[in-house]
């Protein structure tokens, strides 16, 4: 694996780019809530796409990537356009429609994304030459950009919006067959059923279909178990000065806590954030803001310590982070177990 010097420092190009990554999407993602989950969905279901083609794994990983990153350019569009409930006037509109220009030059600044950033570019184009922002038709757009559309399309469907709940399957499957040759590459028509098969498969039994029996908040409870259990291996690895250990414990709280933010923002916090009653919006408001602060903390965090080397370079002062964050991350799980949960329990909040 390659790596990074400088100076004593050496950074895994597999986690810095991993890490990054996670980062500029919580960035976007902090900006607009129901964007949660979306990047990390399309990437997956492109990978997937990439695979079914038998593209070699390079070309797997650059689209998964760009699938991931597919809506970063909506960093650059106005608050009153990216988070306004109503229909947008056409104005507004095209500044929407500005984001995949936007994206492709922030990914831009690095020559080894140029073809990453092309496929954001076009995310938007269509088959027939009526997409944006270059009118691109058929082969003009890149086979990247041609699967990003169709996976970002397919996941807006099955997703809960702000202004709808997700369209049926018989619904989807119909528009996503009868805009083949319009909207989306006809070549990639004989893999559109098993992208949908692996999201109805994937997201629907992990988000959608949670316990159909269980009241959801009894399923997030149970996941805070696993993290404080995690949390008291760590800590007794800690006392035993197990260094590499240590990292692999970080790593697996990492992604339990990635796991768990993604079932509570999924349907948790925007469900909340449209109540009625201004206390539940205005504590999910903080609890949201909060809870992603920390995440993006704790992933700063394991990137700092990624190797046993690192922890042993200075003891003391990984104690002394690894202590701050924890204590901050069991205030939050604790928080929300006395005030988030019991206030989603009394308003009758359950899975749909």
Known sequence: MGIFKNGKNEVYKSDLYSDAIRCMIRALEYRDPYTKGHSLRVGEMAALCAR????DQSSVIKIHI????HDIGKIGVPDQVLLKEGRLTDDEWLEIRKHPVIGAKILSESEQLSDIAEMIRQHHERWDGTGYPSSL?????DLGGRILALCDTLDAMASTRPYREPLSWDFIRKEISDSMGTQFDPGLSKYASTLADFWKNRFDQEYNGLQDNTIFIDYLQGQHKRIYSLIDEIRAIVNQKNSDMIVVKIRQLASILEIHLRN???????????HGNKQVR???HRFYSEM????????????????GSKIEADHKLF???????????LFRLEKEDQELYPLAETIGYQTK
Do not use: H, W
Request: charged letters at 30%; proline letters at 2%; zero cysteines.
């Open 66 to 69: 760009a699938g991931q990153l």
């Open 319 to 329: 104690d002394e982070e690894f202590n701050t964050i924890i204590t901050r991350l």
């Open 52 to 55: 079914e083609m038998n593209m």
């Open 292 to 307: 992603g602060n920390l995440s993006n903390e704790y992933t700063e965090f394991k990137l700092k310590y990624n190797k």
């Open 137 to 141: 038709k058929a082969e003009q757009i």
């Open 282 to 284: 205005t504590l999910v």
């Open 264 to 274: 509570e923002d999924r349907s948790l916090y925007p469900d909340l954030i449209k």
